[in-house]
């Protein structure tokens, strides 16, 4: 019957009839021109239909409308390679093939605002994504319109009535069509790192590679970086492992015994402070302090201050920051860690160990989750909760979010709904953004007198600080309200350099200085640290360190043992701490000598030495240069040869299960509820179920 009806329709449209090599749309070259055509309308649309790409400007629209065409041409364009009905099912095929990979995304992206990855996929249920169960919930009818042409398409072809094309494409067509794919692709390419520099290599977010580049061009290159990974995996064995405890433990060294758990059993705030810089501190404008919340913090009788640490971050950024931080592990060379081998890779991190201690662990951030692979690789740190962007109702309202995220000032606020649903004790992640490149902030909140130093990127820094330090105060003010700050532990640090290295002239000025050098570039890397607790003994602590080392020293202060733990810092409170600051390309500070892109300074006085007539200098640098380097080398092998799946003895005593983490929206709220019956020590628990929120005080504009 069907084929009745089809005989019917070709003979109305009479099209047995005609001559196909007269129409040029029944030729191969039409029917692969119509397929381009299609697969390009099907992306673009769910560009914005199904994707949140956040395309903004000419460059990046241009980009968006411009990026499925390449690997449209390249792929479609295997079948012009090849004639009769072999050439016509394959350009057929090609269009399944990307139309499924879409499909595909479309759904996995409404669940998850992520595009699918190669690890993703082969992991299967141990990334906790449950895939499978959540898809019936998802998906809608409408989807499966990308299916509408292929399948139309597919029933013209099987019952013939579209006419084939038997003439054979010259191959030299068929070679420049493939050329044109190419050339198209690398003049997207060009564009986009013109636009956005670091594309590839630093690897910060999915949607960044598919806005840029395009939904295939994302699927080689994760495949290509799965590839890569896998293969650096299978390499790496237990002896490896060994290698690195060695020289772990040739350098391990006792914790203070009267700092030694004096925080035991405590909350812990950890605020991570945006691009905020240690020469902050105590920092005037106009005589008028830039953070004198903060600086009141640093100066308090109970809050250790690190004078002499440094931030250690490469390309990763604020993820590097945090995977020093977390795990005690240096980011890598190039590109994040976290991206990288976030979602594959074991841990034994802050959130996994804490967990063993009875912590809930929240991480807060008024970002989209998929930034630097959080949603990811937050699972495989053990975190309980990732509170991301879309759990802030007012995050999608205008002018509430700047740059990466939400205003600090907002953000701290909407956080105190879920802190105080917390179950105590809990350990905390608060990840501010508003103090981030380029320093803009509109006229309302930009309260604070800019710097003059006649460099535009630079003089809105501490406009922006100064707003950090607001919201940070009323932060405080809420907590001391409400007792939390009382019960907490605190940990302040900033996560990296906001002003760069290309502004020297501005830093000169900021500095009071007529110029500066490397040595004063390396100072300009020190970054706050700071531990408050109620009862701590503090003060101002010279001891040089950094980010790889908070995390013992945040351990040992909870009293927990860090011994035979796979990690790069020292306890910064240990009287025997090494003091030796390793910069991830390699350069180093010691209290003695600074090594800062080939020089060397006496780190004391500033003076620049000369390695020739110093023969301590030569004897000091051989030595720091060869633990620096081993460092640095060790870390990355635990990184890419996964090499803490090996070690059994302590994934004995815990295990993290990414796949029991849910950061789902509405899943996390049902667990916050039923936490405060099952394990009734949350704030708000405590508080016979009356919230606390109307107690937090903001100035916000916005707000009122
Ligand atoms: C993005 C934010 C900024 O979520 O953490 O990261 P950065 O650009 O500082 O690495
Ligand atoms: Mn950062």
Not at 25 to 45: C, D, H, M, P
Not at 692 to 698: D, G, L, P
Request: aromatic share 14%; with cysteine.
């Amino acid at each position: 019957m069907l084929r009745n009806f089809m005989g019917t329709i070709k003979q109305r449209l009479n099209w047995s009839t005609v001559k196909a090599s007269k129409h040029w749309w029944s030729s191969l070259t039409g029917f692969f021109v119509l397929n381009l055509i299609l697969v390009w309308l099907k992306t673009y649309l769910n560009y914005f239909f199904n994707f949140s790409l956040g395309a903004s400007g000419p460059i990046q629209l241009f980009l968006l409308a411009l990026n499925p065409i390449p690997t449209a041409i390249i792929l479609l364009g295997i079948g012009l390679y090849f004639r009769g009905r072999l050439a016509y099912f394959l350009v057929w095929l090609f269009n399944l093939i990307q139309t499924i990979w879409l499909f595909a995304n479309m759904l996995y992206y409404r669940e998850f605002s992520d595009f699918l990855s190669f690890g993703i996929l082969g992991s299967g249920s141990s990334t906790g994504n449950n895939l499978g169960k959540s898809i019936a919930a998802i998906i809608r009818p409408t989807d499966f319109l990308v299916y509408v042409d292929v399948i139309i398409l597919a029933v013209f072809l099987l019952f013939k009535l579209w006419p084939i094309d038997k003439k054979k494409i010259l191959k030299r067509y068929a070679f420049l069509t493939t050329c044109l794919g190419v050339a198209l692709m690398l003049v997207d390419f060009g564009i986009a790192s013109v636009d956005r520099s670091g594309l590839l290599t630093r690897s910060f977010d999915n949607n960044y590679i598919v806005k840029y580049l395009g939904l295939n061009e994302y699927a080689a290159f994760n495949a290509f970086q799965t590839k890569k990974q896998s293969d650096s995996r299978k390499e790496a064995t237990a002896s490896d492992l060994k290698t690195v405890q060695n020289f772990i433990n040739q350098n391990n060294i006792p914790a203070n015994a009267s700092y030694y758990g004096s925080q035991k059993g405590k909350n812990v705030f950890v605020i991570h402070l945006e691009s905020f810089q240690q020469f902050l501190i105590d920092y005037k404008v106009d005589g008028q302090e830039v953070t004198p919340n903060l600086n009141a913090f640093y100066h308090d009788q109970n809050t250790l201050s690190f004078d002499n640490f440094y931030n250690q971050v490469g390309q990763g950024k604020t993820s590097d920051a945090e995977m020093m931080q977390e795990n005690s592990l240096y980011g890598l060379a190039t590109g994040s860690a976290m991206t990288k081998y976030g979602t594959a890779n074991t841990f034994e991190s802050m959130p996994g160990i804490l967990g063993q201690q009875g912590y809930t662990s929240a991480a807060f951030h008024g970002d989209v989750s998929t930034f630097w692979n959080r949603n990811n690789t937050y699972k495989s740190f053990g975190y309980n909760y990732f509170f991301s962007k879309n759990y802030y109702p007012n995050a999608d309202k205008a002018n509430y979010s700047v740059g990466y995220g939400l205003k600090d000032k907002i953000f701290l606020k909407d956080t105190a709904q879920y802190i105080e649903q917390l179950p105590q004790p809990f350990y905390a992640k608060l990840i501010t953004v508003t103090n981030h490149y380029p320093y803009t902030l509109d006229k309302e909140n930009a309260t604070f007198p800019a710097t003059q130093t006649g460099d535009s990127t630079v003089d809105g820094y501490v406009q922006t600080a100064h707003y950090l330090d607001q919201a940070f105060g009323e932060l405080m003010a809420y907590l001391k309200k409400t007792g939390l700050y009382d019960n907490s532990t605190f940990i302040l640090y900033g996560d990296h350099y906001g002003i760069s290295e290309n502004h020297q002239p501005a830093i000169a000025k900021l500095l009071g200085k007529d110029s500066v050098d490397n040595y004063d570039l390396a100072n300009f890397q020190k970054v706050p640290f700071m531990i408050h607790g109620t009862g701590l003994q503090g003060g101002i602590n010279h001891t040089y360190g950094g980010e790889i080392d908070m995390m013992p020293t945040l351990l040992h202060l909870l009293g927990v043992s860090t011994d035979g733990m796979t990690i790069f810092g020292h306890d910064l409170l240990s009287q025997q701490n090494p003091q030796t600051v390793v910069f991830r390309n390699g350069d180093w500070v010691t209290p003695t000598y600074t090594k800062y892109r080939n020089d060397y300074y006496d780190t004391q006085t500033g003076q620049k030495l000369s390695m020739k007539s110093n023969p301590a200098l030569k004897a000091t640098a051989a030595r720091v240069q060869a633990y620096a380097d081993k460092s640095l080398s060790y870390s990355d092998k635990v990184i890419t040869g996964d090499l803490l799946r090996f070690d059994k003895s302590r994934l004995n005593s815990y295990t993290v299960n990414k796949s029991s983490y849910d950061y789902q929206k509405a899943s996390a709220l049902k667990q916050l509820k039923q936490n405060q019956k099952s394990n009734p020590t949350s704030l708000l628990a405590k508080n016979n179920g009356q919230s606390t929120v109307n107690e937090y005080e903001t100035d916000a504009p916005e707000l009122k």
